[in-house]
């Protein structure tokens, strides 16, 4: 799957889960989802931190 495939299918899930939620709860599943993505890049991070040292976190 290229990125053009990716980005295609992400929005369609959105779209797809963004119709069947009032404003509120997409709102407030933006705000989960957004922390959850920002909670897995930092411990993918640090778990590189772990394995590599300093070195391997300037591939992000």
């Known amino acids: 799957m290229d990125a ?6 992400v929005y ?3 779209v797809a ?3 069947c939620m009032t404003t509120e709860e997409l709102s407030r599943t ?5 922390q959850l993505g920002t909670t897995l ?3 993918a991070a640090l778990r590189q ?3 590599g040292g ?3 976190i ?3």
């Open 4 to 9: 053009y495939d990716w980005s295609t299918g």
């Open 12 to 14: 369609a899930a959105a």
């Open 17 to 19: 889960i963004a119709k």
């Open 30 to 34: 933006a705000i989960l989802l957004t």
């Open 41 to 43: 890049g930092t411990l």
């Open 49 to 51: 931190l772990e394995e």
């Open 54 to 56: 300093a070195e391997s």
């Open 58 to 60: 300037t591939e992000f």
